[in-house]
Nanobody, 115 residues
């Protein structure tokens, strides 16, 4: 019923920026919420940022003031602008959405930050 496809990952030096994009197969405004999670080797998956249907947002403390989640209605995407990247941001980043009370996940995209 729902497919989520991430793009924009890559390798960047510390202090640099990346923009991740999540393209959804259903209208993004039919989701209760959408967000980005990440999982680093040996660590649990954690919420990075989320945006609810009404537009309110939540961020992990570790990324506040550096990352911004947003929606693009024309492209039907949810984006994550990541600035001032740190090596500890290195992880696989996953797009997530809640659609009619069900959870959907993208395949993940690798973000690597070198020092």
């Amino acid at each position: 019923q729902v497919q989520l496809v991430e793009s924009g990952g890559g390798l960047v030096q510390a202090g640099g920026s990346l923009r991740l994009s999540c393209a959804a197969s259903r209208n993004i405004f039919t989701f209760e919420a959408m967000g980005w999670y990440r999982q680093a080797p040996g660590k649990q998956r954690e919420l990075v940022a989320a945006i609810r249907r009404g537009g309110s947002t939540d961020y992990a403390d570790s990324v506040k003031a550096r990352f911004t989640i947003s929606r693009d209605n024309a492209e039907n995407t949810v984006n994550l602008q990541m600035n001032s990247l740190k090596p500890e941001d290195t992880a696989v980043y996953y797009c997530h959405g809640i659609w009619y009370r069900n959870d959907y996940w993208g395949q993940g995209t690798q973000v690597s930050v070198s020092s």
